[in-house]
Each structure stands twice: as structure tokens, then as C-alpha cells.
């Protein structure tokens, strides 16, 4: 199984768009993804279709049965989903194994695992990055985003130290429109920065309402528009990956 976490040190980029957008692909292409939400604010687990009632990543960070903590929803995505008590999780020693412990058992039985992570670093983030063989790091064209590649740079080589299998699967700019020059800019700008910091520019997601409606209705983007562009753009995301 191969784990990824999507994050970003700041909220809107897309980061939770990105992760159930490549959850749902996979679900298309006719795997088994797993889908764990560790954002207290529950958007990944909404957005899924998920009950976020049902025991989620909480319990499976508390140390219940991970089998228990799965929900399999109608858009074909199992889901381990999270709950508002996700923020009381406090560091201790070890804690940031807990998640990387708990998924052990699940390896044999999921193509594609993908984390969503709350929009700053904390015992929550390091979980996902200990438990994880890569991250996703979703960006907007702007000088902003450059230096939270830098900044998430640098943890990733910290939690190396701890999980040497951990690197950066790459780079995505989100709400992408390439007419404007200034967002060209930003991109070649990113693309060269990622380059040098090990993190390759994997694609642009462009913007699109197609994405807004899907979440909207609890629907999968590949079934609701599959010909958009956003849906187009995560699709070759999905294969990308996959593939690397």
C-alpha cells in the first residue's frame, strides 16, 4: 500500500480538494483506497461521503482495532473519519508512531492510502509524515507559497530521521489559470525551487465549479464531471503518482 500525505503549513490551497480528489480516482480506476481524515474540522471526511458520527482516527490514535475505525462509503473510498475530539491529541513519547503502527495491518489490503492533514504542524502532521512514504504539497502562485515549501522542506528532512522511507512525492499548484503572466512566474519560480529542495513540480490542478458542486453534494469530481478540467488534472495526478 502506498501512503501519502497531502499538507500544507497554510489553509486554501486545496489541500483536502487534492486528497479526495485522488481518493475518488482511485476508486475510478477500480482500486482500494483508504482514506484517513486527521483535521479536526472533518472536510475530508464530509466530503467523502463519510459518517463522521462512526468511530474514525481518533479511536485508531487512541489505540482501538483500526478494522473498527473503517467506513466504506457510496463513492467506493473506505474512510477512517474524524471527529472535532481529534484536536485534544497531545504529543508523548512515541505518540508519533501511532498512526504508522496502526496501519501495519491494513498494508495487504489497500492500493493507495492518502492523509489529509490540518493546516499546521503538530502531533497530528507527524503522525501522518511518520506513517508515510510520501507528501503531496499543494500550492497557489504566489511568493507565500515558496516559503512554505522551504519551511515544509526542512520538517520532512527532520522526520527522515525517523522514517528514512519519507520523501517529497512532489509539488502541485491548485486554482491553477495559466494566462495570467505573473502566475507563469510563480510556477517556473516553484517548479526551479522544487527542484533544488528534492520536491518536483508534479502538475497544475486548474480551477473549475465542477468542484465546489461535487463536494457540495457528497459526490465523487471523476463520476459527477468527469470531463472537467479539475477532474482531468487530478485523474493524470492519480496516474502520475502511481506510476512514480
Known amino acids: 500500500m502506498k501512503i501519502i500525505t497531502i499538507a500544507s503549513q497554510k489553509g486554501g490551497t486545496g489541500k483536502t480538494t487534492t486528497a479526495a480528489a485522488l481518493a475518488q480516482a482511485a476508486a475510478a480506476a477500480g482500486k482500494r483506497p483508504l482514506a484517513i481524515d486527521l483535521d479536526p474540522q472533518g472536510n475530508f471526511t464530509a466530503s467523502l461521503g463519510a459518517d463522521p458520527a462512526a468511530p474514525g482516527s481518533y479511536e485508531l490514535l487512541s489505540g482501538a482495532n483500526p478494522a473498527q475505525s473503517i467506513q466504506e462509503t457510496e463513492q467506493g473510498v473506505f474512510v477512517i473519519a474524524a471527529s472535532p475530539d481529534l484536536a485534544t491529541i497531545r504529543t508523548k513519547a512515541g505518540s508519533a508512531r501511532r498512526l504508522q503502527q496502526a496501519l501495519e495491518p491494513l498494508k495487504k ?12 504542524m503538530g502531533d497530528l502532521t507527524y503522525n501522518a509524515l511518520q506513517a508515510s512514504s510520501g507528501v503531496i504539497v499543494p500550492l497557489e502562485t504566489d511568493s507565500n507559497s515558496l516559503q512554505g515549501l522551504f519551511l515544509l522542506a526542512d520538517i520532512v528532512r527532520q522526520m527522515q530521521q525517523s522514517n528514512p522511507g519519507l520523501s517529497i512525492t512532489g509539488v502541485i499548484l491548485t486554482r491553477y489559470d495559466n494566462r495570467p503572466k505573473i502566475n507563469r512566474f510563480f510556477r517556473d519560480a516553484i517548479a526551479e525551487r522544487g527542484r533544488e529542495l528534492g520536491a518536483p513540480l508534479l502538475g497544475t490542478i486548474r480551477a473549475g465549479v465542477a468542484i465546489r458542486e461535487a463536494q457540495a453534494r457528497q459526490q465523487s469530481l471523476v463520476d459527477y464531471a468527469p470531463h472537467s478540467k479539475p477532474a482531468q488534472d487530478y485523474k493524470k495526478l492519480y496516474h502520475t503518482i502511481m506510476e512514480g
Not at 109 to 120: N, V, Y
Open 109 to 120: 489490503s489497500f492500493d493507495l492510502c492518502l492523509i489529509d492533514t490540518p493546516p499546521q
